[in-house]
Each structure stands twice: as C-alpha cells, then as structure tokens.
T-cell receptor, first 112, second 116 residues
Framework: RKEVEQDPGPFNVPEGATVAFNCTYS??????FFWYRQDCRKEPKLLMSVYSSGNEDGRFTAQLNRASQYISLLIRDSKLSDSATYLCVVRSYGGSQGNLIFGKGTKLSVKP | EAQVTQNPRYLITVTGKKLTVTCSQN?????MSWYRQDPGLGLRQIYY???????DKGDVPEGYKVSRKEKRNFPLILESPSPNQTSLYFC???????????????FGSGTRLTVV
C-alpha cells in the first residue's frame, strides 16, 4: 500500500462549484498533515496545515480523521485561480528525520 | 526577500559529466532537503540536512551526493549523471524540526535537469 494516496483526478469544475479532495495515509504513526498547492511547472507551496479538530482558511476547509487515516480538503466557491494540483502531504516519524511524504497530487481545473 | 534559490533553473547535460545544482537560503534555516519530482511518482526525498555537517539519506539517494559546509548552502552533486536522473529537482528548507512538523518546507523554484 502506498504511503499517501489521493484521488487521481483530474477534477474539472465550473466557477463557483464546491469540490472535495480526499487522501489516505498508511502510517498510523503520522503526526503532521498538510495540503500543498502546485501550479504547473512551479514549486509546491503550503496551502494549509491540517489539525485534528479540522480547520478553515477562507474558502478552504481541511479535515483529519485519524481513526480512518483520512484527510480531506474542501474548496467552496471555486475560482479560476484555484486551478492547480493539490498535494496531500504527511510527516511521519521513525524514518527520515526531515521527511515529508507526498501524494501524487490531484489536478483541479476550474472553468468559466 | 526570504527565499530558497536554486541554480540553474534548466540544465541539459550528457551522461557521465559531473554537475552540481546549487541551493541557498537566506532565512537562517537549519533544515534543508532535496526532492525530485517525476510524473506518476510524485515528490521523493533524495537527501536532507538538519544542520551544518549533518546530512542523511532520504528515500532515493543513489547517484547523488550532498554537502552542508555552511548553513545557507546545500548543493546537490551528481558525480556521473545518467538518463534516469532526468527529473525536476526541488530544494527546500525549514527553520528547524518544529517548523517542519507544523508548516512543512519552503521550496525553491526548481531545476529541470535533462541527461542525454
């Protein structure tokens, strides 16, 4: 089983739509969770950290379910500028001290 | 401006010709890391460093070397590049372990390497 798995996408949605991405992780010892955004041919950038109680940042809401080892990202009122690849990222302990494990990403395309 | 700077942005080289990709950060970060990104495989860690003179292997270290002689610089060295090292490379840094835990890494703009 891969360490971090995401919906493969692509997700093609109209402006204003609500879209949800899901992610599962295999290492139950994982402690930190993130969503990164990556524009085409650019570097990944932190979108938001994911906390156990769930957290919201404007139109973006992240949820974590430790029992199911499941992370989600909800984007409300999609904008054209939200078009990007969204990477689910997990920090696990016990292996490399400085490693983040990346999912392969889910591509989102928001259309007018 | 706080940033992670990689050079070069693009590089085409031939098999076996040693090359170095430089990485520098101006944020006094302790943690630095190199990742490669390949289609269908995502980002994978090559090497990381927790501080000056402290480096360790990541998940895919074969064919690469690194050094950390100064805090700000973390060069990636390919002694004898091969075509399977054609990839998009990212350098990343973070203040310390706690910041990695809470915010992950800040990435450089990437180096697209082609080995022919």
């Amino acid at each position: 089983r891969k360490e971090v798995e995401q919906d493969p996408g692509p997700f093609n949605v109209p402006e204003g739509a609500t879209v949800a991405f899901n992610c599962t992780y295999s290492n139950s010892a994982s402690q930190s969770f993130f969503w990164y955004r990556q524009d085409c041919r650019k570097e990944p950038k932190l979108l938001m950290s994911v906390y156990s109680s769930g957290n919201e940042d404007g139109r973006f809401t992240a949820q974590l379910n430790r029992a199911s080892q499941y992370i989600s990202l909800l984007i409300r009122d999609s904008k054209l500028s939200d078009s990007a690849t969204y990477l689910c990222v997990v920090r696990s302990y016990g292996g490399s001290q400085g490693n983040l494990i990346f999912g392969k990403g889910t591509k989102l395309s928001v259309k007018p | 401006e706080a940033q992670v700077t990689q050079n070069p942005r693009y590089l085409i080289t031939v098999t076996g010709k040693k090359l170095t990709v430089t990485c520098s950060q101006n944020m006094n970060h302790e943690y630095m890391s190199w990742y490669r990104q390949d289609p269908g495989l995502g980002l994978r860690q090559i090497y990381y460093s927790m501080n000056v003179e402290v480096t360790d292997k990541g998940d895919v270290p074969e064919g690469y070397k690194v050094s950390r002689k100064e805090k700000r610089n973390f060069p990636l060295i390919l002694e004898s590049p091969s075509p399977n090292q054609t990839s998009l490379y990212f350098c990343a840094s973070s203040l310390d372990r706690a910041e990695v835990d809470n915010y992950g890494y800040t990435f450089g703009s990437g180096t697209r390497l082609t080995v022919v």
